[in-house]
């Protein structure tokens, strides 16, 4: 029999939470999001994007950990590599970036762990597949997705104008409307593993 990875899993109250400074985002709309990538692409060509599935458990269940901004636009911690960074590399400064306090004597062990999925947008629109269509020479933007194994303990410090959302897994399953494709097809992505509750 094949057994499945294991991946040990924390309580949400093993972790602390603190505050930072705003981290704002460069675009007011997604109009603007996709015409500033597409000047990005004429500059640097397809855009290379890491994110991280962080995950705690809450009464023995999965949870994903989640940047809320505003009141509704939920995204994984991650974001825009640098032409020729390396992926791993490129990940742990974007979680840095979000999620890490700005002083160094208490950044996380960030344990970057299996890509677990690959989505790609052919064109400059906010469509994502998890396959690139044949008829698509030139992506727009190749976005892996990777699984981020945590310590049992650790500090993040939540830019103040985001939220940190602990969302189960039953939550985010099928419920493409309020998460979008990537998001809700992440307990499809993590069904191959088997999570082991720590406790505290």
Not at 102 to 112: A, D, K, L, N, Y
Not at 169 to 183: S, T, W
Not at 188 to 193: N, V
Request: overall charge positive; glycine content about 6%.
């Amino acid at each position: 029999m094949v057994t499945s990875p294991v991946v040990n899993t924390y309580p949400l109250a093993s972790y602390t939470f603190g505050v930072k400074e705003p981290k704002m985002e460069k675009d007011t709309s997604v109009a603007d999001r996709l015409a500033r990538m597409k000047v990005n692409y004429m500059k640097e060509g397809m855009r290379t994007s890491v994110e991280g599935i962080l995950m705690v458990q809450e009464h023995n269940h999965p949870h994903i950990l989640l940047l809320q901004i505003g009141n509704t636009f939920c995204k994984l911690p991650g974001g825009r590599l640098k032409p020729g960074e390396n992926e791993i590399e490129g990940l742990k400064r974007k979680l840095s970036s979000k999620l890490a306090a700005t002083s160094p004597g208490i950044q996380p062990e960030w344990q970057i762990g299996e890509c677990v999925a690959t989505w790609w947008r052919p064109n400059f629109e906010t469509v994502m597949y998890p396959y690139c269509p044949p008829h698509i020479a030139k992506p727009k933007e190749c976005k892996k997705i990777f699984l981020v194994h945590l310590s049992e303990r650790e500090y993040f410090a939540v830019p103040k104008n985001l939220k940190l959302l602990a969302v189960p897994l039953f939550e985010l399953y099928d419920n493409v409307q309020r998460y979008g494709p990537v998001i809700s097809t992440i307990p499809q992505q993590l069904s191959r593993f088997q999570f082991s509750m720590m406790q505290a």
